[in-house]
């Protein structure tokens, strides 16, 4: 499958998950050697010291691995494991998920991710860093 095919069958994939869809995740990068997601970091996104919640910030860090994973195995994936460090609060006007492959294996693949917040600027800071374990559940995915 070509690069643009493959980032085409990604946005698809993750048109196909209702979280994402409610959040209004966005992927701007697919393949092994760089993933990338991107989401506004609206309001509803922040926790009451007006930064992100870290459960968004875990969302992203899951689902950038796990898209990394997958375009490592090329197959359907679960996240298996993943651990996150939350480096300094998140404040911003955009979240952005960068995350790569590590080792893929046959079934398996270790990937890092590293979370951003962008101000208005296009200034990044680092926020957060994970990493996880992609497995595959041995099927061609749908969609």
């Known amino acids: 499958m070509s690069e643009p095919k493959q980032l085409a069958h990604a946005r698809a994939v993750l048109q196909a998950q209702p979280f994402s869809v409610l959040l209004g995740t ?7 050697a760089l993933t990338e997601l991107r989401l506004a970091l ?4 922040k926790q009451q010291h007006g930064f992100a919640h870290g459960g968004v910030l875990s969302y992203l860090a899951d689902n950038a691995l796990t898209f990394a994973g997958g375009s490592a195995l090329s197959d359907a994936v679960v996240t298996a ?3 996150i ?3 300094r609060p998140a ?6 998920a960068r995350s790569r492959v590590l080792h893929g294996g046959k079934h398996q693949a270790v990937c890092a991710c ?3 917040a962008l101000d208005a600027d296009g200034g990044e800071k680092l926020v957060a860093v ?9 099927e061609r995915p749908a969609a």
């Not at 994970?130 to 041995?138: P, V």
């Open 114 to 116: 590293e979370i951003f």
């Open 42 to 45: 609206r309001p509803e996104l």
């Open 26 to 32: 966005e992927i701007l990068a697919f393949g092994p």
């Open 81 to 83: 494991e993943y651990k």
């Open 85 to 87: 460090n939350y480096v």
């Open 91 to 96: 404040q911003g006007d955009t979240l952005l």
């Open 130 to 138: 994970a990493q996880g374990t992609i497995s595959s559940m041995g």
